[in-house]
């Protein structure tokens, strides 16, 4: 179609035959383009929740379940504490499950999570978080990254009262 | 679990000076037992990302960590394009996240060996970009006013960002550019919208979300130039002031690509220079195992964050011009008082005094107020010096 006399040469208020779509227009980013593409965001971060679920990191295990991990690999354990003890910048305790079954844990100092280790004692119930290591002599233990006490109605859970 | 965070998240971004850091040392003693805390900490980081442009454009007010688009936003604003400026805002946040989400594994590598490169130069760069930016007053005279101001704000700079404040750039930046405007009713931002739509963006700011992407990254790795805010004042020696969208632009995608690569970097280096990214990896560690959740909730929380700035925004700057200026700017004021008292204490409120009376000075010279960036160009040279 040709422009008609007396009309402007920019193509302002023209009408094409075969215009392109309004989503398509190369020369800009509208407003169209931009929600698609933080559609496309949105599916990347739930399609990366879907395949790596938040919790997936920690193995769900007990502590005597420690030892049939690989090195490396993460677990997530509760159990009470048989002992305590400092160590050079942080506490080793041992950690063991009401079934039996006990594995060491190494807690640096400044480790995340409520739990205050210097207020840690004997038979309290810990959950603990960590990745599965072993020492020199080949015994398993658990670093651990964060460490809670466990709240009452939690431990009636796991030890239901008779 | 994630959509009340996200709400909070919205929220809290329309209050400047409420940084997902201080949100995070507020309520860890409570939620830190909550398994799930680090990743909700990290979703309240993306939707941040997203909507600390909003107080920057609509009053002026500083956020982020580069405090720099308050500049061009602002002036934007008053030119009557916000929502052009929001625009800007999102496409960069958004594509800038999920380009450096793409590129961090492949990039990452390469990052160091770019950095020697340049960086022998770094310091003669700020300063050739210094002289340019005080000799771009035209005349002689003014450009010595410009440099007592330039000069004045890189002492306050280097003094400032020495002392033990919780958040200095806050503080600095209300003074340099927020008070001066309640100081001065006749500077406020009153001006009407050209538009009630959103408008096309121009292709051309493409290349500066692609150095924003890169530089970005390097902000993450880089010792000498290692804040966003020193990154973003170097990108100002390859993308002038004058062009508003296209330092928008820029500034808005630094931040989240350096947020965005923080995770990668953490992972991968073990190093984590963004707080929140330090404080989850305290609880939850950001390792290979972790790293493609908190990826995964980083880019679903920015994706909400640049749809609740567009919503928002859409809703909001087409109503501000008639909004009573007068008693919304006094109770901002009030409001930016008492956070920088909340997060730096009384020596805050001085540092927002010295940097309101520079920015005052800067008006009273009749010189740009940009000049007070010293403050940060300052500190920049003396790391690149070796000095400080």
Not at chain 2, 147 to 175: E, H, K, M, Q, R
């Amino acid at each position: 179609m040709r422009a008609r006399a007396g009309k402007p040469a920019s193509g302002e208020g023209r009408k094409k035959p075969d215009a392109m779509p309004a989503f398509w227009h190369p020369a800009t980013l509208t407003p169209q383009h931009l929600t698609l593409l933080i559609f496309v965001l949105l599916m990347a971060g739930l399609a990366l929740l879907y395949i790596f679920p938040i919790s997936s990191a920690y193995v769900s295990t007990s502590p005597s379940g420690v030892w049939l991990l690989r090195d490396g690999q993460w677990a997530q354990m509760q159990g009470t504490v048989e002992s305590i003890e400092g160590k050079t910048g942080g506490f080793s305790l041992r950690l063991c499950a009401s079934a039996g079954g006990c594995v060491s844990v190494y807690a640096p100092e400044r480790i995340g999570g409520a739990a205050d280790l210097a207020e840690v004692k004997k038979g309290q119930a810990l959950r603990v978080w960590g990745e599965t290591a072993s020492a020199q002599g080949g015994a398993r233990f658990l670093r651990a990254h964060r460490i809670e006490f466990l709240t009452q109605s939690e431990l009636n859970q796991i030890n239901p009262i008779q | 679990m994630l959509i009340p965070v996200f709400l909070v998240g919205i929220i809290t971004s329309l209050l400047p000076g409420l940084h997902p850091n201080s949100i995070g040392a507020i309520l860890n003693p409570w939620l830190s037992s909550w398994p799930d805390w680090p990743f909700a900490l990290v979703a309240l980081l993306g939707v941040r990302m997203a909507m600390q442009f909003l107080p920057s454009i609509l009053v002026g007010a500083p956020s982020g960590e580069t405090g720099l688009s308050l500049l061009p936003g602002a002036r934007m604003m008053r030119e009557g394009r916000g929502l052009e400026a929001i625009m800007v805002c999102a496409w960069a946040v958004v594509a800038a996240s999920a380009a450096a989400l793409l590129l961090s594994p492949f990039l990452l590598p390469f990052f160091p060996d770019l950095f020697s490169f340049i960086k022998p130069w770094i310091g003669f760069l700020l300063v050739i970009a210094s002289s340019v930016l005080i000799f771009s007053e035209g005349e002689v005279k003014k450009a010595g006013l410009a440099f007592v101001v330039f000069s004045l704000a890189g002492i306050l700079g280097i003094l400032t960002l020495n002392l033990p404040l919780l958040d200095p750039l806050f503080c600095l930046f209300v003074g340099f550019f927020t008070m001066p405007i309640f100081l001065m009713p006749e500077s406020v931002v009153r001006s009407k919208q050209k538009r009630k739509t959103f408008p096309a963006i121009a292709l051309e700011i493409l290349p500066f979300i692609a150095l924003g992407v890169v530089l970005g990254g390097l902000a993450d790795l880089l010792p000498g130039l290692s804040t966003p805010s020193q990154v973003a004042v170097f990108a100002t020696l390859l993308v002038p002031l004058s062009v508003p969208a296209h330092f928008l632009a820029l500034v808005a995608s630094i931040e989240a690509s350096h947020t965005a690569f923080a995770f990668s970097a953490s992972a991968a280096a073990g190093v984590a220079r963004v707080g929140v990214v330090a404080m989850a990896d305290q609880m939850v560690p950001v390792q290979m195992q972790t790293l493609p959740s908190y990826l995964g909730v980083y880019a679903l929380s920015v994706a909400v964050g640049a749809a609740a700035l567009l919503l928002v925004g859409k809703w909001l700057i087409p109503r501000w011009g008639k909004l009573d200026w007068a008693s919304m700017g006094r109770l901002i004021g009030i409001y930016l008082v008492f956070m920088v008292l909340l997060n730096d204490g009384p020596l805050g409120l001085v540092v927002m005094a010295c940097a309101t009376a520079l920015g005052l000075l800067a008006v009273r010279f009749g010189v740009r107020r940009t000049h007070v960036m010293g403050s940060l160009i300052a500190p920049a040279m003396g790391h690149a010096f070796g000095l400080l």
